[in-house]
Nanobody, 124 residues
């Protein structure tokens, strides 16, 4: 059974930083593309960042230069370092796992497994 468990969300002031973690079990971690997505109230889910099986990363334009996706294969963990947080980054963040070597950021429907989400709230 594949499980993804996120942690690290919380409340932070604008300009601050948070690091999200996602521990994955029951899944061959390093062979497939994984990603971070977010959904704000009243908005559609959007892709934030992906890391493919070769370690190449892709970012949404709104977070590029501020967020960094990484993984630790030994710990079966996916991370999202978020710096210079803005009010518009407020959302529930989800990690997701696919069975593809690469998945375009906009194709969230191709991910097979999702975590339960962790809330990030940025205040002024």
């Amino acid at each position: 059974q594949v499980q993804l468990v996120e942690s690290g969300g919380g409340s932070v002031q604008a300009g601050g930083s948070l690091r999200l973690s996602c521990v994955v079990s029951g899944y061959t971690f390093s062979r497939y593309c994984m990603g971070w997505f977010r959904q704000a109230p009243g908005k559609e889910r959007e892709g934030v960042a992906t890391i493919d099986r070769y370690g190449s990363t892709t970012y949404a334009g709104s977070v590029k230069g501020r967020f960094t996706i990484s993984q630790d294969n030994a710990k079966n963990s996916l991370y999202l370092q978020m710096n210079s947080l803005k009010l518009e980054d407020t959302a529930t963040y989800y990690c997701a796992a696919s069975y593809a070597a690469f998945v375009p950021l906009r194709e969230g429907y191709r991910y097979a497994y999702w975590g339960q989400g962790t809330q990030v709230t940025v205040s002024s």
